[in-house]
């Protein structure tokens, strides 16, 4: 398929809710693959739609060791852990960056798979935050938005910087 252009911060479209999808059709799947290549092209270990730009709740997880992707399609988190974790999060629309945010350690997710049936996933650790991550971004919370004012005002200026010096 293809590897498309991934938006990026502080682009309008990462802070707007994600349009549910209701056919799983061909045009579904071959929006799944070329996100799975993006996200590999980009790299990354998680991406949405939105990511480049389409409005739809699709994500693609694929953590270092997988065989294949882990594809979403209109996920939906049912139950979270009372437990908190913190990771190390990043985003492909915003690369160069990082900091840490605190997650449930465990979730428990609801979504449809590329073959039209509704599963249920738990999941913890790396697994969960990705869920949690990317399932924000279908609701139009970029990551960044789950830091303190301080240290997401530092953040934007480094991305800020780092994109200056790109050009």
């Known amino acids: ?31 799944a693959t070329d996100l799975t290549e993006t996200m590999h092209a980009a790299p990354g270990i998680g991406i949405t739609a939105p990511h480049i730009g389409v409005l ?25 852990s009372p ?3 913190r990771h190390v999060e990043g985003s492909v629309s915003m690369p ?3 900091d840490e945010v605190e997650r449930h350690a465990r979730v428990r997710v609801r979504y449809r798979g590329l073959d039209d049936r509704e599963h249920e996933k738990e999941a913890d650790g790396l697994m969960a935050v990705c869920f949690q991550h990317e399932i ?32």
Do not use: C, Y
């Open 1 to 31: 398929m293809a590897i498309r252009p991934i938006i990026r911060f502080p682009d309008p479209r990462l802070r707007q809710r994600a349009e549910p999808i209701v056919d799983i059709d061909e045009e579904i799947r071959a929006l």
């Open 56 to 80: 739809r709740r699709l994500v693609v997880i694929q953590l270092e060791g997988s065989a294949k992707p882990h594809v979403s399609v209109n996920p939906e988190i049912v139950w979270s």
């Open 83 to 85: 437990d908190m974790i």
């Open 96 to 98: 160069g960056v990082n």
């Open 136 to 167: 924000d971004q279908l609701d139009g919370v970029f990551w960044i938005d789950r830091l303190s004012k301080l240290k997401r005002d530092r953040l934007i200026k480094r991305f800020d910087k780092l994109q200056r010096a790109r050009t």
